[in-house]
């Protein structure tokens, strides 16, 4: 069975989906491996280095996948790359699934079975497989460092012969992983950290970093949805949260927000009237960014000044971190798919949880429940 990876073509995709560490794992169980020529060099493999590990090496990507088996890939296929796939191929991709379901139809149409790493299931059998978890914390760690570099304040505290700098303080909002990675990281920088989150239960993991949980008087009982993550909330409901929590936000030298509901458009959280009341030469790095942002004045993949505060939107910060990123995402997709290979062949075990979970299509069709509905298909 012959597994493949290409080269990324969205730009500023630095991460390839297959790295020799995980390749390594793979032959093992008698896999033969394939990558597209300079899939690698934004994460620090070269062609050479893939040789060596006896992984083929193959110029055109078109011909690696008119010969795949199982695809691995980074971001969700383009149309043209779907044209390629060849019919019966596997494909193992984070494919944004509840936001484009589009990309499904056209995987179903193709008679591409294909997986999506968004939806594994957050169970502990799955989390050597739970990709979200391992980018999120990338970026939740880039972030801090983004806000640190375009900050008018240093995050320490530090004493010179002029007197002492009081430490900044910032403000993390969404307690998942990136969130908690971010509320870490500027710990360890000396900020002064303070969370919130809309589900009462991350609290102790907020103290348990250093950070302050930020209380404010909502009723979110109903706030956590499966698989820990929050629920989407009215507007009656967010509109209380924004005036509340605005009060935190003006307090800050700097914001990072995290806070994403899955196949939802991002909680709005900051509104232009909080910005324009935030000290001048603050920051707000907003991860929600691809999903509408948590904040009203940002712009996806752009920098905005408004009163003399920056918004940031980057959409794609783990790429920034492309060799560690692609490490762990490779030992993901390498764990899936030995999940799903049985004798040297790919076997779908639909009664079992994970392999249910993260399919999205298969002969002809797109299967999970949760994708066919936002087609309409029931």
């Not at 690696?64 to 596997?90: C, H, M, N, W, Y």
Request: charged residues 20%.
């Amino acid at each position: 069975m012959l597994v493949v990876a290409p080269k990324e073509t969205v730009p500023g995709e630095s991460r390839v989906a297959l790295v020799p560490d995980a390749a390594r794992a793979l032959k093992k169980a008698g896999l033969e491996l394939a990558v597209q020529a300079g899939a690698g060099y934004g994460a620090g493999v070269d062609d050479a280095t893939y040789e060596r590990e006896q992984i083929g090496v193959v110029a055109d990507a078109a011909a690696l996948f008119g010969k795949a088996d199982v695809v691995l890939k980074v971001q969700p296929p383009s149309d043209a790359e779907i044209a390629t796939l060849r019919r019966g191929s596997v494909l193992l991709s984070f494919l944004r699934p509840l936001d484009e379901p589009q990309i499904a139809a056209r995987l179903a149409q193709a008679g591409v079975t294909s997986f999506a790493l968004e939806l594994v299931p957050r169970i502990t059998r799955a989390q050597a497989m739970d990709a979200l978890s391992s980018q999120a914390s990338l970026a939740g760690y880039r972030a801090v460092l983004l806000a640190g570099a375009t900050a008018a304040k240093i995050l320490p505290m530090m004493t010179t012969a002029a007197g002492t700098i009081a430490a900044a303080r910032v403000l993390v909002i969404g307690a998942g992983v990136a969130g908690l990675q971010a509320i870490a990281t500027a710990r360890r920088l000396g900020a002064v950290v303070e969370a919130y989150d809309t589900r009462p239960a991350v609290k102790e993991q907020i103290e348990s970093l250093g950070g302050r949980f930020v209380e404010l008087a909502l009723d979110t009982k109903d706030a956590e949805g499966a698989g820990g993550y929050a629920k989407a909330q009215s507007e009656e409901f967010l509109a209380k949260q924004r005036e509340l929590l605005g009060a935190r936000v003006k307090l800050a030298d700097a914001v990072i927000s995290t806070a994403a509901v899955p196949g939802a458009r991002a909680p709005l959280l900051i509104d232009a009237e909080t910005v324009a009341g935030m000290k001048p030469g603050s920051v707000i790095v907003d991860l929600a960014a691809a999903t509408g942002g948590n904040c009203a004045l940002t712009k996806v993949d752009e920098t905005v000044v408004a009163h003399g505060v920056t918004i940031l939107g980057p959409s794609n910060l783990p790429s920034g971190a492309a060799v560690d990123a692609s490490r762990v995402y490779a030992r993901n997709l390498a764990t899936l798919l030995l999940h799903l290979v049985k004798d040297g062949a790919i076997t779908l075990d639909l009664e079992d949880e994970i392999t249910k979970g993260a399919l999205v299509t298969q002969d002809g069709q797109v299967v999970h429940p949760a994708v066919r509905a936002k087609l309409g298909l029931g």
